[in-house]
Each structure stands twice: as structure tokens, then as C-alpha cells.
């Protein structure tokens, strides 16, 4: 079953405002992870966190996971114009092999 | 360094015609194999990954099919192509060994059946 919700669906920020985002999931996983998609081209990888972690910072990007709730976060702080893109989860099955994307959230940063 | 080729960028086709689509990854063996499709403004939905040659798993019924001829070539076919097949199409690898990595992405093919 494909699983994987993002809210909102969309976000409309100002530049140097905080972003969040939201992801919840049906089913046990392994790990979480979130991927960048700008308008019409392939997904780029941000960060993964695995079912052992509560929180995770790559740069401006911090990720928290609640496995009780199965539900994740994603936070861009101080979000640039360039920031605008559509962003997803993504989940494995146990066996690794197979690979869910949630339904996304279109994020646009005013300048 | 791996590389993923998907091609063609953008295809216009007929009700009713054939469809192939192919991806081609570099620099990595063996590695898990995905197409997804993905509506205007929709998520991803996963069509179909493979785990080694001639392995498909289909998770959808549709009027689509895979192809892996080759460890590192993934083929998307239609013998007759829907109207609601059209959409963006997304071929991804990443590999496996059984721990979790990053998926890396083609740039994708815009379909549009008319």
C-alpha cells in the first residue's frame, strides 16, 4: 500500500520566515526520509532519519520523528526564495525494497 | 561517480499507440530499480521496482509493464496507451544490501496521450 500524507498541501511564506511541514505514515518503518522536487524535474535527497532517531539537523533543514504517532516534521528555517520547491517523504517497507513518497507540500517563498 | 539517464525528456502520443520509456543508470551494480508516476500537483505514485534482472513487482493494476533486460536498464511499455495514462514519469535506483539509502532520480518524462 502506498502510504505517506504531507500537510499542508501548500505553504506561502516570507523569506527568513520558518517553514514546517508535516508527514504522517500507516504502517512500520525503518527510516524516513525527505526529498526536494523543483517544478517538473527529478527529486533531490535532504536527509534521512532513522526509526531509532528523534531529530535530526543538516544545515538549515531540522527533521524530527514521532514513531508512536508515526507522524514526521520537516523545518526550513530562515527559507530563502530559492527554497521553492515541493517537498516529500518518503518510507520504506521492512524489506527495504519498497519505496513510498507521500502526497507532498508545495512551499513558496516570497522575496 | 553514479549517474541515471531517462529519456525522452517530453512525448506527445496517440490513443491507442505504443509506449517505451527508458532509463539507464551508471557507476553502481545491482542496484533496486523504481518508475513512478506522479499526476500535475500530485505525490508519487510507486509503478513498479525491481530487485535484479527480470524481477518486477507491480503495485497497481494498469495498462503499463516493466522491463529489466539489463542489471542497469529499466523499461516502461504500453502496448495501447490511455488517455489517463498520461502524467509525469519517474525513474529512480538506489541500492539495497538490506539497509536503507537515498534514492536517486532521472529527470523525468512528461507523457502526454491525446
Known amino acids: 500500500s502506498q502510504q505517506g500524507e504531507e500537510d499542508p498541501q501548500a505553504l506561502s511564506i516570507q523569506e527568513g520566515e520558518n517553514a514546517t511541514m508535516n508527514c504522517s505514515y500507516k504502517t512500520s518503518i525503518n527510516n524516513l526520509q525527505w526529498y526536494r522536487q523543483n517544478s517538473g524535474r527529478g527529486l533531490v535527497h535532504l536527509i534521512l532519519?532513522?526509526?531509532?532517531?528523534r531529530e535530526k539537523h543538516s544545515g538549515r533543514l531540522r527533521v524530527t520523528l514521532d514513531t508512536s504517532k508515526k507522524s514526521s516534521s520537516l523545518l526550513i528555517t530562515a527559507s530563502r526564495a530559492a527554497d521553492t520547491a515541493s517537498y516529500f517523504c518518503a518510507t520504506d517497507e521492512y524489506n527495504f525494497n519498497k519505496f513510498y513518497f507521500g502526497s507532498g507540500t508545495k512551499l513558496n517563498v516570497k522575496p | 561517480s553514479q549517474t541515471i539517464h531517462q529519456w525522452p525528456a517530453t512525448l506527445v502520443q496517440p490513443v491507442g499507440s505504443p509506449l517505451s520509456l527508458e532509463c539507464t543508470v551508471e557507476?553502481?551494480?545491482?542496484?533496486?530499480l523504481y518508475w513512478y508516476r506522479q499526476a500535475a500537483g500530485r505525490g508519487l505514485q510507486l509503478l513498479f521496482y525491481s530487485v535484479g534482472i527480470g524481477q518486477i513487482s507491480s503495485e497497481v493494476p494498469q495498462n503499463l509493464s516493466a522491463s529489466r533486460p539489463q542489471d542497469r536498464q529499466f523499461i516502461l511499455s504500453s502496448k495501447k496507451l490511455l488517455l489517463s495514462d498520461s502524467g509525469f514519469y519517474l525513474c529512480?535506483?538506489?541500492?539495497?544490501?538490506?539497509?536503507?539509502?537515498?534514492?536517486?532520480f532521472g529527470q523525468g518524462t512528461r507523457l502526454t496521450v491525446v
Open positions: 557507476g553502481t551494480s545491482n542496484p533496486n
Open positions: 529512480a535506483w538506489r541500492t539495497t544490501g538490506g539497509r536503507t539509502t537515498e534514492a536517486f
Open positions: 532519519i532513522r526509526s531509532n532517531e
